[in-house]
Each structure stands twice: as C-alpha cells, then as structure tokens.
C-alpha cells in the first residue's frame, strides 16, 4: 500500500474534507479542498496520531482561506 | 546501569577559600552511597558538581545511565511552579527541551495563527512525541495516583505551594524512582517526610536498582539505606566501605590514623632538620662532610616539598545556651481548641519543664498548632492561654523568612525584632563563633545552608529569652553533631518545649507525646506514635 492510499483512508483526512467542503461551498471545489486536506496531512505526517485530526484540519482550513 | 567518578576534583568559593580539593570518590553500579558531613562542608556544592550544575575547577566527573536530581530545596517551593512543571523539570533533558519547545509554539499560534505557526507547533508535537513524552506523561499519571492519589490530569495545574512539604517530597521521589535515569541524586530527600514516608522512603531506596547518592542527617535512614558513606569533611572526601553501622568507628580509626602520619612526619622531618643542623657544624671543618652536608639539605627539601600528609579535621564546636527562666506552673492551657478543618476539638494542659513531642501524619495541622502558640493568625475557635512569664519563641519548618534573605546573620541580630533586643557587633560574633557560623556572620541569609539557617534560627530562640520553645522540625537540616548540640541545649533548658518532630532518635528524647490522628483526635501517649495513616483530604 502506498502512502497517498493511507492518506486517502485516513479518518483525520475523511472528517477534515467533509467540514471543509461545507464551510468553503461554494467558493472552492470539493475537489481543491480534498487535494488541499491531503497535502496538509503529508506535510504533518510526523505528528502523533492524536493531535493529527485536529492540525490536519485547521492548516487545511488556513491554506484555503489564503486561496478562497 | 549507571555510575558516577568523581576524579581529583576541587572547588574554591568565590571569596578564594578552598573548599574542596582532590575529591575522588566512585559509585558503581546499583549501590546505594551516603554522602554526609558536617553542615557546610559542601555536601550540597559537590551534589551539584556531580549533577553538573557547577563546572569544578579542575578534576572531571563521569557519569553514565542518565541523571536524575531531587534539589533540597524541593519540600519548601511557596513560588506558583505547578505539579506540571515540577514533574518537567524532574524530567531527562531531552523531555524538558521538547515540552518548552511545544508549550512556547503554543504561545505562539495563539498570538499568530498563520500556517509557519502551526507548522513549527506540529514539529514541537512530533519532537515530543520522538523524545518519548506521551510514554512520561504515562509515567506522570503513575505518579500522581501514587503520590497524592488523583490522575496527572486533575492536579497539574495545581500550585506546588498548596501541597505539604511531605507531599513535595514524595511526588519527587515517585518521579525519580519510576523514570528511567539510572543515577540518582538526592539531596535530603527525607525532609518534611513524616515516619511512615521515611519508611516508604527507605523501603524504595533498598528496593530500587539504580544507583544513588544521597544526602541525609537521618540516622535511621542513613543506617538502613546507605551501603557505603562517602564523607566530606577536611575540604576533602574519603569513602568508608560499609554500611553506616560501623561508621562511627572507621571514621575515628582513621582520624587516629591520620594524626599518627602527621606526628610521624613531623617527627622525621624535626630529625631531618636536626642532621642537617649537625653536618652543616661538621661541613665547616672537614671537606668531605661538605657532599654529606648538600645531599642532606637535598633531601630535607624534598621531604619538605612533597609536603605533610593532611591534618585530622577539626572536631565541629557547637555550643548551645538556651536558657529560659522560670514561668507559671500551667505553661500551655487549650480547652477545646479546634484548628478549623484540621482536627476535632482537644483539651491540654503543658506544665512548666515538659518536653512535649508533638507527632503525627503529615497535614494533621501539627504546624499549624504551633504557629497558633506563637500568637500567629490562625483560624480556630475554642480557647487557649500561655501561663504567666512564658515567652514563645518559634523555630519554623521551611525556614519561611523571606525579609531574612538578603540580610546577614549580624544584620539580623544587630536589628532585633519584637521579642529580642538586638545586640552589638561584638556579642553578636561572640554568640555566632558557638555555634560554628562566623565564617558566614557577613553572608547573606541565602546564601546559608540549610543547617547554618537552622542553627541561625537557634541563635535568635537564645537571644530572644523565650520560656516555652516550639520548635518544628528542627533538627531537619541539622547534621549528626549539631542535633546532638540542640538535644544537649534542650536538656539543659530552663523551660518548657513543645517539638513537631519526625525525627525517630530525637523523639526519644521527650517525655510527652501529643499525637495529631489521622482521623481528626489528638490524644497523648507515653511512648512515640508514628503510624499515624496519611490524611485523607478531598482534592
């Protein structure tokens, strides 16, 4: 299995990606807010699992407001 | 595993004098050292060139198994440090570095929350999460739960000042015996414990595997733990081998032993001298005594030059005079005395001449009871009165002066206070010499150890002419030979003595217990209670 299929089944991305969809609808594309949700989460990939949900979440939510 | 050399070491203080010189000692792996000595003799200051926080002037220390370091002053913290942060600080260096990085990212993305700030809060996370903190803070709820019995996360924002100083000690030490340095410092770690915890305290030290040096005055606990004794004293330090047991008799053996080398080279070299003396006579008329004559002067020099072996350490001189007076028949009358929230109400009459233990568990309100006798504010309600002529005079447990901190110990009793007349500058080093502190007469108070604090403290009971002595726990920081001064200076005193004491051997000493239950009685008993269960109190 390759990282970018963990990442796509990893429930810090799934919850964050479906927030982000509703709360940026319909200024951006479900598809750019999953694309950004999944680079965050590569470029947190060494933070503990517990704490990961909610960074993920909050630096997606930064980049896209940049882009919005 | 783990292990300390201490190789050649010397330190001098920053007024020049020598206080330590060619220290050479080792710890190997799981034993249990003492360190002891008088008080100043740099038990402390060689604890912290061991741990690494004084770079020693020349010689080296080695360790290896990683360090952890209970500081003496734990027992007494009255800043606002948190259960928290104390537990951080107690951590490996690693973990504390990686909590202070995260907490001060936290800081940061509250101020800012851009995306370099939650990056660099992320990297602080992983960092803490590599260095193994998720697995301490485990180790932390352990802890707690057995230190004070509530989980880390419902007492770590709680103020350290509002735990007993037992209750210190012992998050301390369950920290340190439970984390993974090998090697473990521990600078008075029995202050402010009450007997069971000395127990406990003894018990986990025979247990433990790791390796420790400790520093302690207890007796009983030096002679259960400690496996051999490292003792500074002379500006140096030797190791006896055994338990504290025969101790005392090694330490005279070879204090008789030293001073026999001492009277022998002084011998040989008032016989070196005198040959040379006699060939120099010889030399003036005859030409071949005159080679005799020079290879003898070369010898004398170099008998000369490689010195004479050390002196003996001089014996401690601590003289005590507390003298007291006579005062009313009924020194101390309480009639269902109740401290609030401490304990039910008592009645108790203290005659003139009593010598009164006062025991119990820690957080019984036994301190608070004398400070009330000292005409301090504590809330109570019920009646009490001191009889006729009795002056109290109060010796507090955590050396709790913080205007004394900057003043010197002549400044102290030039000034006087209510209570004590001040004293010239004369008398006053006159008293100070007695009890071996005029070396630190022009020192400030902080910069005293906790036995000159102590012995300070005494000095100001004397001066201050009090007939009813409440003392709590005096002899905490008092070495063997001190505690022995004030056991002697107590004998003698003409007055009555209320003690809060944990001290077993001192204890033995009174002749009334009044005893703090751990369910809210006080009751007095004839012999020394000391299992009296912790208090339980809601958290």
């Known amino acids: 299995m390759t990282l970018t299929d963990d990442i796509a089944h990893d429930t810090a991305v799934e919850l964050a990606v479906a927030r982000l969809v509703d709360e940026f609808r319909p200024r951006v594309r479900p598809q750019v807010v999953g694309t950004v949700v999944r680079s965050c989460r590569r470029d947190l990939s060494g933070v503990p699992a517990t704490a990961l949900p909610e960074l993920v979440e909050r630096l997606a939510r930064t980049r896209l407001e940049t882009v919005a | 595993m783990g292990s300390v050399d201490v190789s050649g070491v010397r330190h001098t203080l920053p007024d020049g004098r020598v206080l330590l010189d060619d220290v050479s000692f080792r710890v190997g792996d799981g034993a249990r050292a003492a360190l002891v000595g008088e008080n100043g003799a740099g038990k402390t200051t060689l604890l912290r060139i061991v741990a690494g926080d004084l770079v020693p002037e020349a ?60 990056l660099a809060y992320a990297d602080a996370l992983a960092q803490w999460g590599d260095v193994g903190g998720y697995d301490t803070e485990v180790t932390w709820d352990t802890v707690t739960v057995a230190a004070l019995g509530v989980p ?123 040959l040379v003396r006699t060939l120099q006579q010889q030399a003036a008329n005859s030409p071949d005594m005159a080679s005799r004559y020079r290879a003898m002067q070369t010898r004398l020099a170099k008998f000369e ?48 001449g009593d010598r009164v233990g006062v025991l119990g568990a820690n957080g019984a309100g036994k301190s608070h009871f004398l400070r009330l006798l000292a005409g301090q504010d504590v809330a109570h309600s019920g009646a009490w009165r001191l009889g006729a002529r009795v002056v109290p005079g109060f010796f507090a447990q955590t050396h709790a002066h913080p205007e ?29 010499r007695r009890y071996g502190l005029t070396a630190v007469a022009d020192q400030p108070f902080r910069t005293l150890s906790g036995g000159q604090q102590a012995r300070l403290q005494v000095v100001m009971l004397e001066l201050s002419g009090a007939t009813l002595l409440l003392l709590d726990e005096p002899t905490d920081n008092l070495d063997v030979l001190s505690a022995e001064a004030l056991e002697e200076a107590l004998a003698a005193f003409d007055g009555t003595v209320l003690a809060v004491t944990h001290d077993r051997w001192f204890a033995r000493s009174f002749d009334r217990f009044l005893v703090f239950g751990a369910d809210g009685r006080v009751y007095e008993s004839v012999e020394p209670v000391f299992d009296e269960a912790r208090v339980a109190r809601a958290r």
């Open chain 2, 152 to 274: 880390y996360d419902r007492c770590k924002y709680r103020e350290l000042s509002t735990l007993s100083g037992g209750e210190q000690k012992r998050l301390a030490l369950e920290a340190l015996l439970r984390g993974p340095e090998q090697v473990l410092l521990l600078d008075e770690p029995d202050n402010y414990l009450d007997v069971p915890g000395k127990r406990w305290l003894e018990q986990r030290l025979r247990e433990t595997r790791k390796t420790v040096l400790f520093v302690s005055h207890d007796r009983e606990l030096l002679a259960t733990v400690a496996d051999r004794v490292v003792t500074v004293e002379g500006g140096t330090a030797w190791v006896h081998g055994g338990g504290f047991a025969g101790y005392a008799e090694a330490r005279s053996a070879r204090h008789e032993r030293m001073a026999e080398l001492r009277r022998r080279w002084e011998e040989e070299h008032q016989r070196l001298v005198d």
């Open chain 2, 404 to 432: 004394w901190l900057d003043r010197t110990p002549v400044d102290l009793l030039w000034h006087g206070e209510p209570g004590r007349p001040g004293v010239d500058r004369g008398r006053a080093m006159a008293v100070l």
């Open chain 2, 59 to 118: 010689g080296t220390v080695s360790r290896s198994g990683g360090l952890g370091v209970m500081r003496q002053f734990i027992g007494s913290v009255r800043d606002d440090t948190t259960v928290q942060r104390f537990l951080v600080d107690l951590a490996a260096p690693a973990v504390r570095a990686a909590w202070d990085a995260v907490e001060a990212a936290e800081l940061a993305l509250m101020e800012t929350d851009d995306e370099p700030a939650q």
């Open chain 2, 305 to 352: 030059a490689d010195g004479p072996p050390p002196e003996k350490p001089p014996e401690q001189e601590v003289s005590m005079r507390l003298r007291g007076g006579r005062t009313g028949v009924r020194a101390v009358v309480a009639e269902q005395l109740e401290l609030s929230g401490l304990m039910r109400p008592f009645d108790l009459e203290v005659w003139y």
